[in-house]
Structure formats: C-alpha cells, structure tokens
T-cell receptor, first 114, second 114 residues
Framework: EAQVTQNPRYLITVTGKKLTVTCSQN?????MSWYRQDPGLGLRQIYYSMNVEVTDKGDVPEGYKVSRKEKRNFPLILESPSPNQTSLYFC?????????????FGPGTRLTVT | GENVEQHPSTLSVQEGDSAVIKCTYS??????FPWYKQELGKGPQLIIDIRSNVGEKKDQRIAVTLNKTAKHFSLHITETQPEDSAVYFCAANLPGGATNKLIFGTGTLLAVQP
C-alpha cells in the first residue's frame, strides 16, 4: 500500500530534550515536506526537500532541522524543543516537482512540549 | 509572497443541503489550486484540484470553480452527507522555480447535521 508513515504518533516531552520525528514514504517520491498545523493558522511549511541531500527552509523553519540521506526518509529534528513547538506535525511527499501535484500526507504526530 | 484566505472558518449544514467554502489568493501567477479534506485523527487528503486553464471541475458531488480575474476559487459540495464532516483546506501553489510548494488556507470545519 502506497503510504507516508510517521513515528511516533504522539509525543510528550520537556523543554530542551532533543527529539526526532521520523517520516518514510514508499512511493519513490522525490519531493518531501514537513508542515505544522495550529488552530486558526492552517498548515505551514517547515522544511522541504526536492531530492536526496537537497533541503531548504519553508515558512517557519526556526528551531527545526531536517536531513535527507535516503530518498524514502525525511526525519524532523528538534534539537532543543520549546513549548511554542507544541503542535500537530505532518510529513508529506509528492511525485511532481513543478506546477503542482498531489501531496500525500502522513497521519500526523501530535507533539506536546512542557 | 502568496497569501491564501479561506472562509468561513466553521460551517454547519443539514444533511442533503449544499456547502460552499471560498478562498482568495494574492499572487496572480498561481496556477494550481487543490482542496484537501482532513478527517479527525488523519492527515489531509486531496479531494479535487483545478488548474488555471480551467474555470470549473466536477467530481460527483464535489465541484471547484475558479475566477482568475477576481483571484478566488470555491469548493461546492452538494447533497451533503454526515461523512462529509471534516476540516477542508484550500491551497494555491507558489509559482516559479522547481518547487512544489503550496500555501494553505486556514481551514474550514464542516459539520453536516443528520
């Protein structure tokens, strides 16, 4: 089954404790992206990657890191989480690079930072 | 940069009625406008999209219209059913370059009352 998987689905942590949210897709997509979803703000892009070893900042990259060492994986790293990073996070992947195309979203990771 | 506004933020309709969600965008160069449906506890899923060379597109009970002059597009759901209850996001692409970046609206919570 074609899908995007994220782990963990739920995470409660404390300020400053490094964490990684994994994302994997099995569709051989080149484009992958991370979003955060907050009430009243919709989906905002954190980082994206157009291919292996190619990553770039989205609209809200502060406090986050990503890596793309393999085509299928795109982990999101919070080196020193803070309470304002409490949010619902989605990973997405897409085959098309230019001109628009369907993005496939993972099930989401709900992160709480206390 | 592109800005997408979405209205209303919440919408309640009776089963069988129609529902309309409206979005406006700011960048006249945007040429791809998808609509995503997010059910509770799941990631967003593409339900319909339209490109700027088309004014209207239908898929069974769902239709999207695009007015390029006014820079707005709308989602129309006819004969609503309880399973249509979800959060709906509109989006517009950020034109130019080789990216697949989407700018999302803030979402509409649709409740279909049986």
């Amino acid at each position: 089954e074609a899908q995007v998987t994220q782990n963990p689905r739920y995470l409660i942590t404390v300020t400053g404790k490094k964490l990684t949210v994994t994302c994997s897709q099995n569709m051989n997509h080149e484009y992958m992206s991370w979003y955060r979803q907050d009430p009243g703000l919709g989906l905002r892009q954190i980082y994206y990657s157009m291919n292996v070893e190619v990553t770039d900042k989205g609209d809200v990259p502060e406090g986050y890191k990503v890596s793309r060492k393999e085509k299928r994986n795109f982990p999101l790293i919070l080196e020193s989480p803070s309470p304002n990073q409490t949010s619902l996070y989605f990973c997405a992947s897409s085959l098309s690079l230019a001109g628009g195309g369907e993005q496939y979203f993972g099930p989401g990771t709900r992160l709480t930072v206390t | 940069g592109e800005n997408v506004e979405q209205h209303p933020s919440t919408l309640s309709v009776q089963e069988g009625d129609s529902a309309v969600i409206k979005c406006t965008y700011s960048d006249s160069a945007s040429n791809y406008f998808p609509w995503y449906k997010q059910e509770l506890g799941k990631g967003p899923q593409l339900i319909i999209d339209i490109r700027s060379n088309v004014g209207e597109k239908k898929d069974q009970r769902i239709a999207v219209t695009l007015n390029k002059t006014a820079k707005h597009f709308s989602l129309h759901i006819t004969e609503t059913q309880p399973e249509d209850s979800a959060v709906y996001f509109c989006a517009a692409n950020l034109p130019g370059g080789a990216t697949n970046k989407l700018i999302f609206g803030t979402g509409t919570l649709l409740a279909v009352q049986p």
